[in-house]
């Protein structure tokens, strides 16, 4: 093999080194703008992941004060009750009320309570038979109120 040769194959070698460090050049190139391409979508979804952090726990702080407001509005139904059920009570057992200190009484049940028990108007001839009935709940009343406090 003559320098020539010798010279032409290692220059045909350099060249297919030049090329292949090129090729690998534009591939690295390539894959740190993926990179950076990836990182940027990382960060993206840091954001919204921490959006969406903040967003549950504003839906918690909500639920937090609905459930608060349910119960102190299940708290004053049942003070309703518990009151209508005591002057019932005291009703019951005062046996020296006249007919008109009855229909008064009712009266102010019913004004006082915004007539959300029941709609049974007081008969003086069927106070003994309307006893029970008065005791009753209007479900379809209460569940209406329910709705209205839930807007």
Known sequence: MTNAE???K????LNTLIKAYEELEGKNTELENRIT????????LETVKEDLELNVNDFK???EEDNSNISSMLGKIEGLL???VTTE???DTSSTNTEDEIKTSEED???TNGNIFN???VNDDDDDDKKPEENKIDLNRMASLLNGFNN
Do not use: F, G, H, P
Request: charged share 35%; aromatic share 0%.
């Open 10 to 13: 290692l220059n045909n070698a």
């Open 37 to 44: 391409e990836l990182e940027d979508e990382v960060l993206e």
């Open 89 to 91: 009570n005291k009703d």
């Open 119 to 121: 709609n049974n108007t």
């Open 109 to 111: 049940k019913e004004t």
């Open 82 to 84: 518990n009151k209508r």
């Open 6 to 8: 010798t010279i032409s």
């Open 61 to 63: 702080t909500n639920t």
